[in-house]
């Protein structure tokens, strides 16, 4: 079988005919929601025929499938990335994927870089928009008319009522969500302070290496989505030190607990 989507589908359909209402792409240091989920299978990457492979630091390589907060969900534990290699159209196949298998929403996470300087690492944030800096795009190439528009619009590309759902959850639980503007670098290399300056005057609120490509293919076919960050540093470009991978999903991993808290909250919402 030649198409990769067609193949990856029919192996996770081999092992389980669960109909996912929710796909959760986890994001570094994020995976351990994924152990929470009442699972009915579990695949690694690798045994799906054409997908690709997680090759990027605190990322698993799972795809999930089962329950969690009364949902069917599915979850892949760890994404892939440009800098890995990939197309713009390969990172986007988990979502494409998803959706095959029946998922209409979209939970997006990732673990960013803060660019606004009242902001702290260890903030949770909240999507409201995002800014496609990673020169690549999911769509380009011939568009499969029953997928979606070949000029999908990307005005409000994350759903509002999730949106607000997410903010009421947080209330509740008393934690402290941000709100702003994820800018989508290729990578693998950190931004300059110039581009950091640049970035912020664009009106970024916090830069990563992800989530663009996947929230633009979702946005073709049609899906609700919600994006959640985990601020793990702060990319200012004044400061005298940088983190690196190490920094990064140390921070991931002291706030899992609370993210993890959050999105089983927000999830009954959708």
């Known amino acids: 079988m030649n198409d ?4 990856a589908t029919l192996a996770v359909r081999q092992v389980s005919s669960l109909e996912p209402e929710v796909a959760i792409i986890l994001g570094s240091g994020l995976g351990p929601l994924a152990d929470e989920i009442e699972a009915e299978a579990s695949l690694p990457y690798g045994d799906l025929p054409g997908f690709p492979v997680s090759t990027a630091p605190g990322h698993a390589g799972r795809l999930v499938l089962g329950r969690l907060e009364n949902r069917t969900v599915l979850a892949f534990q760890g994404r892939v990335h440009a800098y890995e290699g990939y197309s713009g159209a390969e990172a986007a196949l988990p979502v494409r994927l998803a959706h095959r298998l029946g998922a209409r929403k979209l939970v997006v996470t990732n673990a960013c870089g803060g660019l606004h300087p009242a902001w702290r690492a260890g903030n949770l944030m909240l999507h409201a928009d995002f800014i496609n800096a990673t020169g690549l795009n999911p769509l380009t190439g011939p568009n499969e008319a029953s997928l979606g528009p070949r000029f999908p619009v990307m005005y409000s ?3 509002p009522a999730y949106a607000e759902a997410a903010r009421q959850e947080a209330r509740g639980l008393d934690l402290e969500l941000r709100e702003g503007v994820y800018l989508g670098i290729a990578g693998p290399a950190y931004a300059t302070r110039a581009e950091l300056r640049a970035y912020r ?26 994006g959640l960050s985990t601020v ?18 140390e921070q991931a991993a002291r706030t899992g607990p609370a993210f993890r808290r959050l999105v089983r909250a927000v999830l009954p919402h959708l």
Request: charged share 25%.
């Open 157 to 159: 590309a994350y759903d």
């Open 4 to 7: 990769p989507l067609s193949a």
């Open 232 to 249: 793990t540093d702060m990319a200012l470009p004044d400061r005298d030190e940088h983190t690196d991978e190490a920094g990064v999903l």
């Open 201 to 226: 005057l664009w009106g970024a609120d916090a830069i990563g290496m992800s989530t663009v490509l996947e929230v633009i293919a979702a946005r073709h076919l049609g899906m609700r989505v919600l």
